[in-house]
């Protein structure tokens, strides 16, 4: 093991810490947006009875969200994710994930819809509920969620 890669391991570390950080402001406006009236009666969101400080869950017509927050690196640079899985249980009592969201932030606090694409807007705590941000975070979840929709061809 190299100086360099020891370097690099620790810039990992600080990124991380960071990145945490960050995770904590956009939960908490996640929390916020499906707890606003406006949002719950639009789209059918409402927090889970399970839902905890660290693992948000949002109940809607179709099953449960769940929102999970992890690290990924893409193009050398690590990054945070969130992933927003829809849990339904099948007739046998089995649950199945199927992922109908996600979104990417780096370590200066700005964030993509687009896991491939380049950041769009910025995480601050200037965010205001019922904002052009926190109404595209909403309206996507809910396309996402309508997209996951068995459909009969």
């Known amino acids: 093991m190299g100086y360099q890669a020891v370097v690099n391991a620790k810039r990992f570390v600080q990124v991380s810490q960071r990145l945490d950080g960050a995770s904590?402001?956009?939960?908490?406006?996640f929390r916020a947006c499906v707890k606003e009236a406006r949002f719950a009666d639009a789209y059918g969101f409402g927090l889970a009875a399970s839902d905890v400080a660290?693992?948000?869950?949002?109940?809607?017509?179709?099953?449960?969200?769940?929102?999970?927050?992890?690290?990924?690196?893409?193009?050398?640079?690590?990054?945070?994710?969130?992933?927003?899985?829809?849990?339904?249980?099948?007739?046998?009592?089995?649950?199945?994930?199927?992922?109908?969201?996600?979104?990417?932030?780096?370590?200066?606090?700005?964030?993509?819809?687009?896991?491939?694409?380049?950041?769009?807007?910025?995480?601050?705590?200037?965010?205001?509920?019922?904002?052009e941000t926190t109404s595209t975070l909403m309206a996507s979840l809910l396309l996402g969620v309508v997209g996951a929709i068995p459909r009969i061809e």
């Open 54 to 131: 660290d693992d948000l869950r949002i109940e809607c017509a179709h099953g449960q969200i769940r929102v999970v927050y992890d690290q990924v690196v893409r193009d050398q640079d690590l990054l945070g994710r969130f992933t927003f899985f829809l849990i339904r249980t099948d007739v046998l009592g089995e649950k199945r994930a199927e992922q109908v969201y996600g979104l990417l932030f780096n370590e200066s606090r700005l964030a993509t819809w687009n896991l491939t694409g380049d950041f769009e807007w910025e995480i601050d705590g200037d965010i205001r509920i019922g904002d």
């Open 24 to 29: 904590v402001i956009l939960r908490n406006l």
